[in-house]
């Protein structure tokens, strides 16, 4: 068989979300602090932009957290998703590793952003919201966005950073077929928008600009849930659905993954897939080797402080204690857009704190050519995001090859590229380049970082 694909049934959708705070060593997260006062931030501060449930997962040291009967009803539309063992691009590699991958492409809106989207979209219903405001970088969760408010009745309003709306044009299209509506970013509709676009008019915009637009917005309408879809503790938390079957998926494989390779922006992807892995290694279960794959145009791992900082450019959230390269830092424009986030969740950043999770950073063109070799094996077309995580996966296998060792590799496959087609006609026209950062670039960022007094390393 050229391809092994292990499915579990509707009854094995996980009950709960899985929280690694419960299992984390040493002292408790850093908490979020008020831009205000620099004080820890307070439920009723919290409050202002989630409903009461949201705040008790923010907040949890809980390891098992209820999924609701609704969620789970409408997570059976596409979960539990597929894992596949990748038979002909093992054979293509010439590789001893066994290499697998966990496909949320299945989902709606074609990518893994769904499964944080419609509990956030059900709590703020339940708090009588009726409508849900949100920042998106590559669109992927602003389509998860629209297409939640669209199952619960909300309506939807989508701030995208204003390079991928250019470069996506059929994400807008997606979002507006769920009924929502698309603003590139940053806009003249906002105050951050207008005074970004008053010092830089040809701005290609970022997700700290986005998610300050959002913000803003929410801030003036009481009717408006603010939903995001990374970085934030409840957000990996939702997401660990994709590890909690992968956990058992595997047990029908016969098998246990030695590294496991995941995509980096804001960290929900890799969270979902390896925070229950790294749960289960923390509790005395088998070791694992768990790599963060981010682009080297926006080292945020790799090249970042771990500070204190906003998570937005226009500094009207709280602050949270992560990697950071700053919050005015302009990544390139790369087309993984949903990895050009200067900050990462505070939980993955800690991970990595603790050498439970390692990064690496690689080149735009290097993860195009990964992705066309997994879609002329294995079928599927990734989105750019994910290349980084074929080609973290690729390289291991490739070192596994080179060793004569034969690991087992999991990886995750985050969503599909079928809205990504302009990225891969520029990498087969040869016109794709490597976008890189310079350390004058990581430098004026870097000043933006808040100075806390021992908040950084």
């Not at 992705?371 to 296998?397: K, Y």
Request: proline fraction near 8%; glycine fraction near 10%.
């Amino acid at each position: 068989m050229e391809r092994s694909k292990f499915q579990l049934d509707e009854s094995q959708i996980p009950s709960t979300w899985y929280n690694i705070a419960a299992d984390l060593p040493g002292a408790p997260l850093a908490p979020a602090l008020n831009p205000a006062t620099g004080a820890p931030l307070t439920r009723d501060e919290m409050g202002a932009t989630m409903p009461e449930p949201i705040i008790d997962q923010e907040l949890s040291t809980e390891r098992d957290i209820e999924i609701p009967e609704p969620v789970r009803q409408l997570y059976a539309q596409w979960r539990p998703s597929p894992l596949y063992r990748a038979r002909r691009l093992e054979k293509a590699l010439g590789t001893p590793a066994k290499i697998y991958y966990k496909y949320e492409g299945v989902a709606p809106s074609g990518s893994h952003k769904p499964n944080t989207g419609i509990p956030q979209a059900y709590y703020n219903k339940q708090a009588g919201k009726t409508g849900l405001i949100t920042e998106t970088g590559a669109g992927q969760w602003g389509s998860a966005t629209a297409l939640s408010a669209a199952l619960f009745g909300l309506t939807a309003k989508v701030f995208m950073v204003k390079v991928s709306f250019q470069q996506k044009p059929y994400r807008r299209a997606l979002m507006e077929s769920y009924g929502a509506t698309c603003v590139p970013s940053p806009s003249p509709e906002t105050a951050v928008g207008r005074e970004i676009l008053a010092k830089y008019p040809d701005s290609p915009g970022s997700l700290g600009i986005a998610t300050s637009e959002a913000l803003e917005t929410a801030a003036t309408d009481p009717s408006l849930g603010y939903v995001l879809g990374s970085a934030a503790n409840h957000v990996l938390l939702h997401q660990t659905v994709i590890g909690q079957e992968a956990l058992l998926q595997m047990e029908l494989a016969g098998d246990y993954p030695d590294v496991i390779v995941g995509c980096s922006g804001g960290g929900s992807n890799l969270a979902g897939l390896t925070f229950p892995f790294i749960g289960a290694q923390l509790r005395g279960g088998p070791a694992v080797r768990v790599l963060a794959v981010e682009p080297a145009a926006c080292p945020t791992l790799t090249r970042g402080s771990i500070a204190y900082d906003y998570a937005d450019t226009g500094r009207l959230g709280p602050l949270f204690r992560m990697h950071t390269l700053g919050h005015e830092f302009m990544p390139p424009p790369v087309h993984a857009g949903g990895l050009r986030a200067h900050g990462i969740g505070p939980l993955v950043s800690r991970a990595v704190e603790d050498k439970l999770i390692e990064p690496i950073a690689v080149g735009q063109t290097g993860c195009f050519e990964a992705g066309v070799q997994f879609a002329r094996t294995e079928g599927i077309l990734p989105a750019p995001e994910s290349t980084h995580a074929i080609r973290g996966a690729i390289d291991e296998a490739l070192k596994c090859k080179a060793e004569g060792v034969g690991r087992t590799i999991l990886f995750g496959l985050s969503g599909h590229g079928h809205f990504d087609l302009v990225a891969y006609d520029k990498y087969f026209a040869g016109t794709l380049e490597d976008d890189v950062v310079n350390e004058e670039q990581l430098d004026l960022a870097a000043a933006s970082i808040p100075q806390l007094g021992g908040a950084t390393s």
